[in-house]
């Protein structure tokens, strides 16, 4: 019942010459795939434009990385919910791990952006994860836990929000959890989605893994009975890696 999504964060990386991937991933993602699996890449934002008319008919969503909570203003170097919806972005990824640690952003934070992102109609997928201290120390699920209810605006619909748990210490290191360990995450944050929102949302919101997700281990990682797709970073970056993961899901 619930369709899988696989996202590729493209993060500070990718010139107009990477658009090609974008091409080459439009020629692979059939009419067939496009029924089973949705396909999102989040380019960094001077490319928005750009792969938003690069996508056009291929059914590939194009999505930020990042927004501001505030609808315009003096905010030197930032870009409001409804600049991105302009430039063809359908989602907007927030709360990633690298915002967290690089800008100090808190689940307020993350909230007030998510609740830009959903007012000007879009999809905000929020991160969360734990450290790798935090999981040593038995934390992982009060950690997430806690970052998913200080994240989620209250009152969503199931298909306003996506949740990407990636815990920060598997993100580009080629380390993953063991599958107990991320089935076990991805139950926790059902059953917390369901105390916020309801369980029938619950069972409809998407949760995604991320973190190392490549080709050879995402049929394992996206047959688990809550994982519902996966947010990928570096293998989304050539169309050839992203496709084998898309065609797992
Ligand atoms: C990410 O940063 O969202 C991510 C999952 O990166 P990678 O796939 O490279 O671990």
Known sequence: MRKPLVAGNWKMNGTRASLNEIVE?????????????????????????????????????????????????????????????????????????????????????????????????????????????????????????????????????????????????????GLTPTLADIAEVHADIRKTIARLLGKETAAKMRILYGGSVKPNNAKDILGLADVDGALVGGASLKASDFMGIVEAA
Do not use: N
């Not at 008319?53 to 194009?62: M, R």
């Not at 800008?103 to 993350?110: A, L, N, P, Y």
């Not at 200080?150 to 920060?168: C, K, L, N, T």
């Open 25 to 173: 991933m439009g020629k692979a993602y059939s009419l067939a795939l496009r029924g089973k699996v949705d396909m999102l890449i989040a380019p960094p934002s001077t490319l928005l434009y750009t792969a938003s008319a690069v996508a056009l008919g291929t059914g590939i969503a194009i999505g930020a990385q990042d927004c501001h909570a505030g609808a315009a203003g003096a905010h030197t170097g930032d870009l409001a919910a409804s600049q991105l919806f302009d430039v063809g972005a359908s989602a907007v990824i927030v709360g990633h791990s690298e915002r967290r640690a690089d800008h100090g952003e808190t689940d307020t934070q993350v909230k007030a952006k998510a609740e830009a992102v959903i007012a000007q109609g879009m999809v905000a997928i929020i991160c969360v994860g734990e450290t790798k201290a935090q999981r040593e120390a038995g934390k992982a699920l009060a950690v997430v836990g806690k970052q998913v209810k200080g994240s989620i605006p209250a009152g969503v619909s199931a298909d306003q929000v996506v949740i990407a748990y990636e815990p920060v210490w598997a993100i580009g290191t």
